[in-house]
C-alpha cells in the first residue's frame, strides 16, 4: 500500500538557518503530494502541495519539489523564523483519494 | 468566518463509558473525516463520510462509531470497546472535486482515566 517515510526528528535550528526536511514516498500510479503543518495545540493547515512530477510547490518561503525519479518531496526554506516552529507532515494520496500522512517531525527554532 | 469548529478542546472520561465528539462544518464539504493523532504516529484514519447519510471504515475502525445525518455534521462516538481511546482526535472535511486538499479543526484532547 501507500506510505510515507519522514527524515526521523526532533530538529532544532537556530533563527534564519536553512531548513530541510525529507519526505520520500511509496505509491501506485500518480500520487499527489502534500506538506501540512501543525501548530501547538492546533490542527493541521496545509502548507503546500503538487500534483504532478516536476511541479514545485511553495508558500510562506517554504518551497518543495515533486521528484518522481527518487520519489520524494522534501521540504526546504531558507531562513526559517522562530514562529515556524511547529510540527510538519508530508502526506499523498494515491488512486484512492485518501490521504496517506508520514508521523511528523517536530521543528523548534531558538532566537 | 467559514471553517470546522471541534468541541469540546479537552474532554476527560472515566473507562467503560462512551463519548461523543463533536465536528460542525459551515464550507459547505460534500466530505468529512476523522482521525486520530498519537505521539510519533502521524494520523490515522477511523471513519470518512463522502455523502450524507453515508460512511466508510477507515484504517482504525474498531471501538467507534459515526452518523452522518446532516452534511455540516459528523459526530465521532467512541465507545467502551475501544482499547485505548486516550488521544487526540482531528476532524478535516474537504470538496467532493478535491478530496486531498483538507481543512482542519482545532482537535479535540480525550483523556480517559
Known amino acids: 500500500g501507500d506510505s510515507v517515510t519522514q527524515m526521523e526528528g526532533p530538529v532544532t535550528l537556530s533563527e534564519e538557518a536553512f531548513l530541510t526536511i525529507n519526505c520520500t514516498y511509496t505509491?501506485?500510479?500518480?500520487?499527489?503530494l502534500f506538506w501540512y503543518v501543525q501548530y501547538p495545540g492546533e490542527g493541521l493547515q496545509l502548507l503546500l502541495k503538487?500534483?504532478?512530477?516536476?511541479d514545485k510547490g511553495s508558500n510562506k518561503g517554504f518551497e518543495a519539489t515533486y521528484r518522481k525519479e527518487t520519489t520524494s518531496f522534501h521540504l526546504e526554506k531558507g531562513s526559517v523564523q522562530v514562529s515556524d516552529s511547529a510540527v510538519y507532515f508530508c502526506?499523498?494520496?494515491?488512486?484512492?483519494?485518501?490521504?496517506?500522512f508520514g508521523k511528523g517531525i517536530t521543528l523548534s527554532v531558538r532566537p | 468566518d467559514g471553517g470546522i469548529t471541534q468541541s469540546p478542546k479537552y474532554l476527560f472520561r472515566k473507562e467503560g463509558q462512551n463519548v461523543t465528539l463533536s465536528c460542525e462544518q459551515n464550507l459547505n464539504h460534500d466530505a468529512m473525516y476523522w482521525y486520530r493523532q498519537d505521539p510519533g504516529q502521524g494520523l490515522r484514519l477511523i471513519y470518512y463520510s463522502q455523502i450524507v447519510n453515508d460512511f466508510q471504515k477507515g484504517d482504525i475502525a474498531e471501538g467507534y462509531s459515526v452518523s452522518r445525518e446532516k452534511k455540516e455534521s459528523f459526530p465521532l462516538t467512541v465507545t467502551s470497546a475501544q482499547k485505548n481511546p486516550t488521544a487526540f482526535y482531528l476532524c478535516?472535511?474537504?470538496?467532493?472535486?478535491?478530496?486531498?486538499?483538507?481543512?482542519f479543526g482545532p482537535g479535540t484532547r480525550l483523556t480517559v482515566l
Open positions: 505509491a501506485t500510479g500518480y500520487p499527489s
Open positions: 478535516a472535511s474537504s470538496r467532493g472535486q478535491e478530496p486531498a486538499t483538507q481543512y
Open positions: 503538487a500534483t504532478k512530477a516536476d
Open positions: 502526506a499523498l494520496t494515491g488512486a484512492n483519494s485518501k490521504l496517506t
